[in-house]
């Protein structure tokens, strides 16, 4: 086996004053920051099973090239996929802000929705999970076929847990795919993430995160009656209520208990044969640091970033109001270093 390789020398965070603690370095970037203005084109996929997911693709505003490029300077370009998080999307904050980095680096970006978070009800009796590796393998080795210069993969959140997933189930065989990939603030132990929401002041998150969820899931009853316990469903307090009524069994998963073991990327992180940058805030109200792993719970292609401070993503910085460029400086600036090697 060789040395693990050197390490990624990423530009220190550091929060801002007036962002004093997690929460606060989380709500306020979610919420209050400034959102860049990106164009996107937005393609169907028809998927295996006879569904559909909706895709983004960006587009780069005439203004940026003097001489538009030809076509096959395109196809060589480097493409960065994004894996939402949940009930996120293209218009998330984290998107559009690393899509804007994408867009000045000159590559090329896309954003696969996953199923029900495009603003279109999904058609199959599913929707979507923190352990979908099959979907995201799917998404990728499509976009593998049609591209010839290298792809980067990242995924945010519940993206950056199946992408972690999607990585280490693969082992070698994601190299022919990907080139490097990121994870940011992804939940890595889905059981500790989840007892972390169902308690004090990240039940706000909970209650959000709850009120799309069940918005949807009272729609796909009305495509398939008696699919789920509908009064369950209403009654779940929680995301574990809500996953063991509604998301496991869906997705072939005896209950949140299983769902959670079994879908969790921490325990695979060893297996992964891409080389892996995973950010994760310490002070992250979604996954406590306690849970977070170490290096001797990674492979030698796994680096881990965890600052003290960034919140769920986060890691606003500056003076007020502040600016959401660190973390889509980090990701754009590992990627960068496997250019030549990938092409």
Excluded at 135 to 145: G, T
Excluded at 224 to 233: I, S
Excluded at 263 to 292: C, G, H, M, Y
């Amino acid at each position: 086996m060789t040395a693990r390789q050197a390490p990624f020398l990423a530009q220190d965070y550091r929060p801002p004053r007036w962002l004093p603690d997690g929460h606060s370095q989380t709500i306020y970037p979610a919420l209050l920051g400034r959102r860049p203005s990106v164009e996107f084109r937005r393609e169907t996929w028809d998927t295996p099973d006879g569904d559909f997911v909706d895709v983004d693709w960006l587009i780069a505003p005439p203004a940026s090239e003097k001489t538009p490029p030809a076509p096959e300077a395109l196809v060589d370009t480097p493409l960065v996929v994004l894996f939402h998080g949940l009930e996120g999307g293209s218009g998330s904050h984290y998107a559009r802000t690393l899509m804007r980095e994408v867009e000045a680096q000159g590559w090329r970006g896309v954003i696969p929705h996953f199923r029900s978070c495009s603003g279109r009800l999904n058609r199959a009796p599913r929707f979507y999970h923190s352990g979908d590796s099959t979907e995201v393998d799917w998404m990728l080795q499509r976009l593998r076929a049609s591209t010839s210069g290298p792809i980067f993969a990242a995924g945010v959140s519940l993206g950056g847990n199946v992408l972690l997933r999607w990585l280490g189930e693969r082992e070698g065989h994601a190299s022919q795919v990907v080139s490097a990939a990121c994870a940011i603030s992804a939940p890595l132990d889905l059981r500790a993430g989840g007892l972390a929401l169902s308690r004090g002041f990240n039940m706000v998150y909970t209650r959000n995160f709850l009120g799309t969820l069940k918005k949807k899931a009272l729609a796909k009853l009305d495509q398939y009656p008696g699919l789920y316990d509908r009064a369950l469903m209403m009654a779940a307090r929680d995301l574990g209520e809500f996953d063991h009524v509604v998301t496991a069994p869906l997705h072939g998963f005896h209950s949140a208990f299983d769902y959670y073991t079994r879908a969790s990327s921490k325990p695979i992180l060893p297996a992964i044969e891409v080389p892996t940058l995973v950010i994760n805030a310490r002070n992250d109200p979604f996954q406590p640091a306690s849970a977070l792993p170490g290096e001797d719970d990674v492979g030698r292609f796994v680096q881990l970033l965890q600052p003290a401070h960034g919140g769920h993503v986060g890691f606003m910085s500056g003076p007020f109001p502040g600016g959401l460029t660190w973390m889509p400086r980090t990701v754009v600036d590992y990627f960068r270093q496997f250019l030549r090697s990938a092409v």
